[in-house]
């Protein structure tokens, strides 16, 4: 299983916005709408931050939204803050038991 | 308050084995299938596989990267998950974290245990 294909890396100034795309299969993420999304800091473990496509666990703000469309989902950090600096991660389901992550999107707060 | 706890981690040669641990608390672990996922230095995460519950006979799914090398499972009288991983390789070198999976993602994380595979 092939880990699903994000950008290196995305940038935006506070109070701007940054969209994050996350590109899988017809087998993960264009097969199943359980694409979750993941924040994590450096030197810290990863926290969840939308779930099943578009869903956000209490907590997390609304700034962060998501979607999917065919094999690609997106992520958007709007109204952009320094503590949203940080690695964030898609996941997909991926089938017979299995989950894949994302390869990874440092994003940077100019 | 959810809190999972592993443990367990540090130097093993190559070709060597390891078991690390994670204490869960603050929730019914029963009711829950339980994840492994690991880091290497600098790299992204990895899903290493997971164990059901009982309803679901505490079956084990794994990556392919790590069947037949690493088992998965758990103690549900200690509220605990373990993995047993075997025939170490250089590049098992990672950060592991345990997490809690809410079926369609994994709503709660350890702070991680560091296993290094190194002669």
Redesign the interface.
């Known amino acids: 299983?092939s880990?699903l294909t994000q950008p290196p890396s995305a940038s935006g100034s506070p109070g701007q916005s940054v969209t994050i795309s996350c590109t899988g299969t017809s087998s993960d993420v264009g097969n199943y709408n359980?694409v979750?999304w993941?924040q994590?800091h450096p030197g810290?473990?990863?926290?969840?931050i939308i779930?099943?496509v578009t869903k956000r666990?209490s907590g997390v703000p609304d700034r962060f939204s998501a979607s999917k469309s065919g094999n690609t989902a997106s992520l958007t950090v709007s109204g952009l803050q320094a503590e949203d600096e940080a690695d964030y991660?898609c996941?997909s389901?991926a089938g017979s038991?299995?989950?894949?992550?994302?390869?990874?999107t440092k994003v940077t707060v100019l | 308050e959810v809190q999972l706890v592993e443990s367990g981690g540090g130097l093993v040669q190559p070709g060597g084995s390891l078991r690390l641990s994670c204490a869960a608390s603050g929730f019914t672990f029963t009711n829950y299938y339980m994840d492994w996922v690991r880091q290497a230095p600098g790299k992204g995460l990895e899903w290493v596989g997971r164990v059901k519950h009982k309803a679901h006979s505490y079956d084990a799914d794994y990556a392919a990267s790590v069947k037949g090398r690493f088992t998965i499972s758990r103690d549900d009288s200690q509220n605990s998950m373990f993995l047993q991983m075997n025939s170490l390789k250089t590049e098992d070198t990672a950060m592991y974290y345990c997490a809690r999976d809410a079926a369609t993602s994994l709503d709660y994380w350890g702070q991680g245990a560091l296993v290094t595979v190194s002669s």
Do not use: D, H, I
């Open positions: 299983q880990a359980y979750s993941y994590q810290k473990a990863p926290k969840l779930y099943e666990p991660y996941c389901y038991n299995n989950f894949v992550f994302g390869t990874g």
